[in-house]
């Protein structure tokens, strides 16, 4: 006896011809899924997690159930077949873990192999002095094509803040993806997807015979996620569902979790109530006493009390479980002379009350985060904290974790994001972060030179401002003499590499000045030509151009730290008896969000070539990268064109 089985399994349909003992489907279908993806090592046939909320002892508990199916398509793809299991000892506990190795017999069916080894690893990194988040493996070994693992796990999430994200897509391509959340009619939930518009996102709500409510999403035939270097992260473009629960009823009547950003500021002002309840220390008072004295402005106070910060006190992370989210006492702080984030934003408060200023801690998530406090008023919308300070009706940002950081310029990691500051017990501000305009982050670099003997000598002038005097203040600051010669040789290399620095000075290398200036004295043999009475120069002295993008290759979004612009004046003292034979044509180049000018011209004795760039944006978006490699094409062609002077 034969039939035919119509297989559908969210990759297209299939007919499989069987006999009595029918091929198991995912064999019958192999050759197909290998033809399919065909580029792709290991495919994910179904990744499932199951939530379930439950009111246990007048607590909410989170209970959910995670399973994985792989395929291996291609020989010795034992890391794409492995599970990694990322999670936290006080937040998320993981128990259960299963595995199993499933192998074709015969091209007819699976069978079971129940060997995997279970490995975890602890996620430090450089600056991280502490760090509870874990990394559990569980590995499979000599994995080949058609071989299936299969991983189910159990967590326990243990405070209903920490719901988190589910993400539809993974490393590997996904032919079924599932996320279900069951709760009972005492709990309230809200819901918000990311990034779904390009995916078949499905939505089921089902009412269970139990009194529970399960809300479904499924979503099939999903592209792998590639993370290309540069790129905004994961949460910016993969596509992913938020849940929220906004509250529960007990026996103690209703209990708010995350309904808006009120309650979110409820619960972080709850674990910071018994921050800094003791009276400051001696060896405190004395600190803010001998900075204040003689400050003629609260401005100048403030400005003493966060560079002494900056100065005194290491940043060294820690994340261990609730500590990772209560800032430590600032007599502590002080006496330790480290910490982390909220222990430099605890003690800049206090020290700042301490001198009679209004400051507050104040949460935010740096560009990582794509989410506002707004549209997403949980614990995922933030991984930091700063400060702030109120003068003069100007709320001044105070982040101590950036070294040389001027006050009144924010870091470049928390441009337009939104701040949420604390104002009293109930009332709180959403402030944005303000993405500092190019004209405030430049370079301005005015070199004047002479031509002798195919040589040319000159000197330089370098005006760095904003984030621009931030990055070169940070290396001066820590380079010794020696090295510090050899940096700013590397930093302000012009012409060719037979570049050479033969004296240099620079001033403003400190935090109140926000400006830098560099001047040096500089020499490059050979780098100009004569041939008969005529002189052959290149004017522009600047060495490298911006990199080109990979429009094939590249999908995705390139993250700029900062708007920015150079402003490049080279002063050429034409030789006595010397007149110009021959310019190149001035070129410009403007499109939305960068471009160049380039110009020459002469005054008297001087030859005049002048080059404004500027980038005004943070992100270069992918319908931009095609405009963005033709200005790069006209800056080179610009570049190498040479001026000709005639005797």
Same mark, same amino acid.
């Given at each position: 006896?034969?039939?035919?089985?119509?297989?559908? =399994?969210?990759?297209?349909?299939?007919?499989?011809?069987?006999?009595?003992?029918?091929?198991?489907?995912?064999?019958?279908?192999?050759?197909?899924?290998?033809?399919?993806?065909?580029?792709?090592?290991?495919?994910?046939?179904?990744?499932?997690?199951?939530?379930?909320?439950?009111? #246990?002892?007048?607590?909410?508990?989170?209970?959910?159930?995670?399973?994985?199916?792989?395929?291996?398509?291609?020989?010795?793809?034992?890391?794409?077949?492995?599970? *990694?299991?990322?999670?936290?000892?006080?937040?998320?506990?993981? $128990?259960?873990?299963?595995?199993?190795?499933?192998?074709?017999?015969?091209?007819?069916?699976?069978?079971?192999?129940?060997?995997?080894?279970?490995?975890?690893?602890?996620?430090?990194?450089?600056?991280?002095?502490?760090?509870?988040?874990?990394?559990? &493996?569980?590995?499979?070994?000599?994995?080949?094509?058609?071989?299936?693992?299969?991983? $189910?796990?159990?967590?326990?999430?243990?405070?209903?803040?920490?719901?988190?994200?589910? /993400?539809? %897509?993974?490393?590997?391509?996904?032919?079924?993806?599932? /996320? @279900?959340?069951?709760?009972?009619?005492?709990?309230?939930?809200?819901?918000?997807?990311?990034?779904?518009?390009?995916?078949?996102?499905?939505?089921?709500?089902?009412?269970?015979?139990?009194?529970?409510?399960?809300?479904?999403?499924?979503?099939?035939?999903?592209?792998?996620?590639?993370?290309?270097?540069?790129?905004?992260?994961?949460? /910016?473009?993969?596509?992913?569902?938020?849940?929220?629960?906004?509250?529960?009823?007990?026996?103690?009547?209703?209990?708010?979790?995350?309904?808006?950003?009120?309650?979110?500021?409820?619960?972080?002002?709850?674990?910071?109530?018994?921050?800094?309840?003791?009276?400051?220390?001696?060896?405190?008072?004395?600190?803010?006493?001998?900075?204040?004295?003689? %400050?003629?402005?609260?401005? #100048?106070?403030?400005?003493?009390?966060?560079?002494?910060?900056?100065?005194?006190?290491?940043?060294?992370?820690?994340?261990?479980?609730?500590? !990772?989210?209560?800032?430590?006492? @600032?007599?502590?702080?002080?006496?330790?002379?480290?910490?982390?984030?909220?222990?430099?934003?605890?003690?800049?408060?206090?020290?700042?009350?301490?001198?009679?200023?209004?400051?507050?801690?104040?949460?935010?998530?740096?560009?990582?985060?794509? *989410?506002?406090?707004?549209?997403?008023?949980?614990?995922?919308?933030?991984?930091?904290? &700063?400060?702030?300070? +109120?003068?003069?009706?100007?709320?001044?940002?105070?982040?101590?974790? !950036?070294?040389?950081?001027?006050?009144?310029?924010?870091?470049?990691?928390?441009?337009?994001?939104?701040?949420?500051?604390?104002?009293?017990?109930?009332?709180?501000?959403? /402030?944005?972060?303000?993405?500092?305009?190019?004209?405030?982050?430049?370079?301005?670099?005015?070199? =004047?030179?002479?031509?002798?003997?195919?040589?040319? *000598?000159?000197?330089?002038?370098?005006?760095?401002?904003?984030?621009?005097?931030?990055?070169?203040?940070?290396?001066?600051?820590?380079?010794?003499?020696?090295?510090?010669?050899?940096?700013?040789?590397?930093?302000?290399?012009?012409?060719?590499?037979?570049?050479?620095?033969?004296?240099?000075? *620079? $001033?403003?290398?400190?935090?109140?000045?926000?400006?830098?200036?560099?001047?040096?004295? =500089?020499?490059?043999?050979?780098?100009?030509?004569?041939?008969?009475?005529?002189?052959? +120069?290149?004017?522009?002295?600047?060495?490298?151009?911006?990199?080109?993008?990979?429009?094939?290759?590249?999908?995705?979004?390139?993250?700029?730290?900062?708007?920015?612009?150079?402003?490049?004046?080279?002063?050429?003292?034409?030789?006595?008896?010397?007149?110009?034979?021959?310019?190149?044509?001035?070129?410009?180049?403007?499109? #939305?969000?960068? !471009?160049?000018?380039?110009?020459?011209?002469?005054?008297?004795?001087? +030859?005049?070539?002048?080059?404004?760039?500027?980038?005004?944006?943070? +992100?270069?978006?992918?319908?931009?990268?095609?405009?963005?490699?033709?200005?790069?094409?006209?800056?080179?062609?610009? =570049?190498?064109?040479?001026?000709?002077?005639?005797?």
């Amino acid at each position: 006896m034969t039939y035919f089985k119509l297989l559908s =399994f969210g990759f297209g349909l299939v007919f499989i011809g069987t006999g009595l003992r029918a091929q198991d489907p995912i064999i019958a279908s192999f050759d197909y899924l290998k033809d399919k993806y065909e580029d792709e090592n290991v495919i994910i046939l179904e990744q499932k997690e199951s939530v379930q909320l439950k009111i #246990e002892d007048d607590s909410l508990r989170i209970y959910s159930k995670h399973h994985t199916d792989r395929l291996c398509l291609q020989h010795d793809q034992t890391g794409g077949m492995n599970e *990694y299991i990322f999670h936290n000892q006080t937040f998320n506990k993981i $128990s259960n873990i299963q595995g199993k190795k499933l192998y074709p017999v015969k091209n007819k069916k699976y069978k079971s192999s129940n060997y995997f080894e279970v490995s975890e690893q602890s996620r430090t990194g450089p600056g991280i002095f502490y760090d509870d988040n874990k990394l559990t &493996i569980v590995g499979f070994y000599g994995t080949s094509p058609g071989d299936r693992t299969v991983v $189910s796990f159990d967590e326990e999430i243990t405070d209903p803040h920490f719901l988190g994200v589910y /993400y539809f %897509a993974d490393y590997s391509p996904i032919i079924k993806s599932e /996320y @279900a959340i069951t709760f009972p009619k005492e709990v309230k939930i809200k819901f918000k997807t990311f990034n779904t518009d390009k995916i078949n996102l499905n939505f089921e709500e089902k009412s269970n015979s139990d009194g529970t409510t399960t809300f479904i999403w499924t979503a099939d035939t999903i592209q792998k996620f590639t993370h290309e270097e540069g790129a905004p992260s994961i949460s /910016y473009s993969a596509p992913h569902v938020a849940v929220l629960i906004e509250e529960f009823e007990s026996s103690k009547g209703k209990e708010p979790i995350l309904s808006d950003v009120s309650t979110l500021y409820s619960w972080y002002k709850s674990l910071i109530k018994q921050v800094n309840k003791d009276e400051p220390s001696k060896e405190l008072a004395a600190v803010v006493d001998s900075l204040i004295h003689g %400050a003629k402005s609260d401005r #100048e106070k403030a400005e003493k009390i966060y560079y002494w910060v900056q100065d005194n006190i290491k940043y060294v992370a820690f994340e261990d479980g609730m500590n !990772g989210f209560v800032p430590r006492e @600032a007599n502590a702080v002080c006496t330790k002379k480290y910490g982390d984030c909220k222990d430099m934003s605890s003690i800049l408060k206090q020290m700042m009350q301490m001198a009679g200023l209004e400051a507050s801690l104040t949460w935010i998530g740096t560009r990582h985060i794509p *989410y506002k406090y707004t549209e997403l008023p949980t614990p995922s919308a933030d991984n930091h904290m &700063i400060a702030s300070v +109120l003068i003069d009706g100007e709320r001044i940002i105070l982040d101590a974790t !950036g070294q040389f950081q001027p006050l009144g310029l924010p870091t470049s990691m928390i441009q337009g994001k939104q701040a949420l500051i604390e104002i009293d017990e109930e009332n709180y501000e959403i /402030y944005e972060i303000p993405v500092i305009p190019k004209e405030e982050n430049i370079l301005i670099d005015s070199t =004047f030179f002479k031509v002798g003997h195919d040589s040319i *000598y000159g000197s330089c002038r370098e005006y760095h401002r904003g984030y621009m005097a931030n990055e070169m203040g940070y290396f001066l600051k820590r380079k010794t003499e020696k090295n510090r010669k050899e940096f700013i040789q590397m930093a302000c290399e012009k012409g060719s590499d037979r570049f050479e620095v033969t004296d240099y000075g *620079y $001033s403003g290398v400190n935090q109140i000045s926000n400006e830098i200036q560099l001047n040096i004295d =500089f020499i490059i043999p050979e780098y100009s030509r004569t041939i008969d009475n005529s002189i052959y +120069l290149n004017m522009n002295l600047r060495k490298s151009l911006p990199e080109k993008i990979d429009t094939v290759e590249r999908t995705q979004a390139i993250e700029i730290d900062y708007k920015h612009m150079e402003h490049i004046v080279n002063v050429l003292e034409i030789p006595d008896g010397y007149s110009i034979k021959f310019l190149p044509e001035n070129t410009q180049f403007e499109s #939305e969000g960068f !471009g160049f000018t380039l110009e020459y011209k002469q005054k008297g004795d001087k +030859l005049i070539c002048e080059l404004v760039m500027s980038i005004d944006t943070l +992100l270069l978006e992918p319908e931009q990268h095609s405009e963005w490699n033709k200005m790069i094409a006209e800056m080179d062609s610009a =570049f190498r064109k040479s001026i000709v002077l005639n005797k």
